[in-house]
């Protein structure tokens, strides 16, 4: 079967630096995706990669390893906006989306 | 209006009712989808429209049923829905290019109470 494994729930100090992992195992893969999602809202896109190493886009930074299955988000320089949930999404070789469950991120002053 | 609308934001309905939520796109995409998301767990894709072509997961229940009269709309169809069915159902759209799609762009779901 398909499955994106990334933790529940974490929590980091504003001004500091966190890092979600995601593992995936699907039937394929054509990219993965990074969504923000903040409580009550929809899902906003943050990142997407295809190929192997770290794309940085401003604070947040991508990385990913398709020989281990794996990929990470890193945020720098947290503040207390950047509490929600993120979601780990990869598309598979028919081209769908696959979702982890997301890890809701709490920033604490 | 900009993005993605869905439309109501919030429903309660009964058992026996028959309603129908609602999703514009005004991003000029040609993908449309409804996903289902429960407290802590994935994503669920319910229904695809890419291309004209509709994609459909096959474990919905029928008591879905999803409408998609052009690109730039789409409708989920509710009747004699079950109380497990009470979620947040969001639609989301993106641009699909032969084998290729872009990310998705989401709109703020609308939360379903089953009641």
């Known amino acids: 079967g398909q499955n994106i494994d990334q933790p529940t729930e974490m929590t980091a100090t504003e001004g500091a630096i966190v890092q979600i992992n995601c593992t995936y195992q699907t039937s394929g893969f054509n990219g993965l995706f990074w969504y923000q999602q903040h409580a009550g809202e929809a899902p906003t896109f943050l990142s997407y990669?295809?190929l192997d190493g770290l794309e940085e886009k401003g604070r947040f930074s991508s990385f990913l390893s398709r020989s281990k299955g794996y990929s990470y988000l890193l945020l720098k320089e947290l503040q207390m906006k950047d509490s929600a949930s993120y979601l780990c999404a990869v598309r598979d070789s028919n081209y769908q989306l696959i979702w982890g469950a997301g890890t809701k991120l709490i920033i604490k002053p | 209006e900009t993005g993605v609308t869905q439309t109501p934001r919030h429903l309660v309905m009964g058992m026996t009712n028959k309603k129908s939520l609602k999703c514009e796109q005004h991003?000029?995409?040609?993908?449309m989808y409804w996903y289902k998301q429960s407290a802590k767990k994935p994503l669920e894709l319910m229904f695809v429209?890419?291309?004209?072509?509709?994609?459909e997961n096959n474990s919905v229940p029928s008591r879905f049923s999803p409408e998609c009269p052009n690109s730039s709309h789409l409708f989920l169809h509710l009747h004699t829905l079950q109380p497990e069915d009470s979620a947040l159902y969001l639609c989301a759209s993106s641009q699909v290019e032969g084998d290729s799609s872009y990310e998705q762009y989401f709109g703020p779901g609308t939360r379903l109470t089953v009641t």
């Open positions: 990669n295809v």
């Open positions: 429209y890419s291309l004209e072509e509709r994609v």
């Open positions: 991003l000029g995409h040609n993908a």
